[in-house]
């Protein structure tokens, strides 16, 4: 990320705003979790790198809308639902700024695990 990230993530924020304290990831799924986060991470890495690839963004939306608040993580289910809109209608900066919010997400949701 460039410098200015930390900056525009403080403007971001502002307009999705996450609260972990709200969320919960079921017992039975917990020793998934880590692999979860893994994976998402490695497919937000691929969205960032392919920010104009609409269609990309409009599968990993679909997947992700499926099976985000079952595994306990609703802001994800939530962005994915707004990272669909902005694919369809290929806003390339908002769809870039869902995706640096849901990366920033998976970074702290990692640190309750």
Do not use: C
Not at 26 to 35: D, G, N, T, V
Not at 54 to 80: C, D, I, N, T, V
Not at 81 to 101: G, P, R, T, Y
């Amino acid at each position: 990320m460039n410098s200015s990230y930390k900056g525009d993530l403080i403007k971001i924020s502002e307009k999705y705003k996450f609260d972990l304290s709200k969320e919960e990831i079921p017992k039975p799924l917990l020793s998934l979790i880590p692999e979860f986060i893994v994976d998402r991470k490695k497919e937000l890495e691929d969205m960032l790198n392919a920010i104009r690839d609409f269609e990309l963004q409009r599968k990993m939306a679909h997947k992700w809308k499926g099976f985000a608040a079952p595994y306990g993580f609703p802001f994800l289910e939530e962005m994915s639902k707004a990272l669909s809109e902005a694919s369809k209608s290929e806003n390339e900066a908002e769809v870039e700024e869902i995706l640096l919010v849901t990366k920033n997400y998976i970074e702290e949701k990692a640190k309750t695990i």
